[in-house]
């Protein structure tokens, strides 16, 4: 696909729901039962996996069901848990070549120690698993608070369902809170018992969920790529509006507003939606530890290079294990734009302002949605950029393309051999 600029910008966007609150409503609202509804589901592949997952288990389309997440990590994570406690009878959950490549070991050996009854079908740690449903004992279980907070998610969300409860304890450094304060937030809203103990234990108690009413907010993460287009603009007088948006979010991604503002763009809170305007960037360097939202590196680290901004990006460690090895597909996409990027303890990426001659061929975007979605806008400052595979925005924001087209970019279905600049 090709993409050029547009002229001006001026403009309104619905974005999607958000895939992460999704994900996490559809599980406890199937662990609740009967009389839970989600309201403004996400439609994507992420979520569209939970959905058909959870509904066939309701239906009783049962015993030895093969449940296939695709690329969906975040449903993989989280529907091995609800395998394990909530199903009965026996299922193997799979995914893609890159899924069965991304370790789960450590979400397996916790729910092994809490009673679940797992194997793995293919490697040791890591997917295929064949799992055995069956109600669980639970109770004291540690786990390392640098991993995927997706594990601990998936963890917690079954805590109430288990004879004992659950008492999760966490060492070392915790990243992503924010995720495991969301998870909280929405068991709470279906009457789940679950707190902090200090710093480093969660504790469920035993109790089950209560059948509720949830509706989703729109997601902040997808904004971020709106932030990122207002942050190249040259137009002064350029104005996105973006609507389903709460300031009071769950999300730890609204804190790209608060990163955003240091680098031109204006957050306005009004009724369900924000208006992001220009305004003076008022840094010569960035530096940040995005351990609480690793998800928009690949936004910033784009939007820094475009803007000639140097940059010491830390807390990074879980991007070695997402859709893609996303440092290394940062520093190899961008190369062919004309930046090095260091990288540094597989968790910071660096860029001193050094510069290379670019050699101008499609960015790849390895079955991930936020490196297609995090490099369109640089067309803004190229002139137009050309992007390979770039379907993969079905996992989160399917109608990306679409939206882009709508406010002035151009946007051409094509087979380039070199990106235009």
Not at 59 to 76: H, K, L, Q
Not at 159 to 167: I, Q, R
Not at 190 to 199: K, M, N, S
Not at 348 to 376: C, K, N, Q
Request: hydrophobic share 45%; glycine share 10%.
């Amino acid at each position: 696909m090709k993409v050029y600029p547009p002229k001006r910008l001026d403009a309104m966007v619905a974005l999607p729901a958000s895939k992460s609150i999704c994900n996490r409503a559809l599980v406890i609202g199937a662990l609740a039962g009967e009389g839970s509804r989600v309201g403004n589901v996400a439609h994507c592949d992420d979520s569209d996996v939970v959905v058909r997952a959870v509904r066939a288990l309701a239906d009783g389309d049962g015993d030895g069901r093969v449940i296939d997440v695709m690329a969906a990590g975040t449903a993989m994570r989280f529907l091995t848990a609800f395998l394990a406690a909530a199903s009965r009878g026996e299922h193997v959950i799979t995914g893609t070549e890159r899924m069965k490549q991304r370790p789960i070991a450590v979400l397996v050996d916790a729910l092994r120690a809490l009673g679940a009854d797992v194997v793995y079908v293919g490697k040791n740690g890591f997917p295929p698993l064949r799992i055995v449903g069956r109600a669980l004992e639970g109770g004291v279980v540690s786990l390392p608070g640098n991993v995927s907070s997706q594990y601990i998610s998936a963890l917690l969300m079954i805590g109430p369902m288990m004879e004992k409860g659950l008492e999760l304890k966490l060492s070392g450094g915790i990243i992503s809170r924010p995720y495991i304060d969301m998870t909280i937030g929405i068991m709470r809203d279906f009457g789940a018992r679950v707190e902090w103990r200090g710093d480093d234990t969660l504790v469920v108690e035993h109790g089950g969920y209560v059948p509720a009413s949830y509706v989703v907010e729109s997601d902040w993460s997808a904004a971020s790529y709106w932030y990122e287009i207002m942050a190249l603009c040259g137009d002064a007088d350029a104005r996105v509006v973006l609507s389903g948006l709460r300031q009071r979010s769950l999300q730890g991604d609204r804190g790209i507003a608060d990163v955003f503002a240091l680098l031109g763009v204006a957050t306005e809170y009004v009724d369900g939606a924000v208006i992001l305007t220009k305004c003076d960037a008022k840094l010569s360097a960035l530096d940040l530890d995005m351990a609480d939202m690793p998800d928009l590196a690949q936004t910033l680290v784009v939007t820094c290079c475009m803007m000639g901004l140097p940059f010491h990006i830390t807390g990074l460690q879980t991007l070695k294990i997402k859709e893609t090895d996303r440092i290394v597909a940062l520093q190899t996409e961008l190369a062919k734009l004309g930046f090095m990027i260091e990288s540094k303890h597989d968790s910071e990426l660096i860029w001193t302002g050094a510069r290379s001659e670019p050699s101008w061929v499609p960015v790849d975007t390895y079955d991930d949605h936020r490196m297609a979605m995090a490099f369109a806008p640089a067309t803004i400052k190229l002139g137009g950029i050309a992007i390979n595979n770039p379907e993969v925005v079905s996992k989160s924001y399917p109608e990306y393309w679409e939206h882009l087209a709508a406010v002035g970019f151009g946007v051409e279905d094509d087979e380039p051999k070199t990106l235009i600049p």
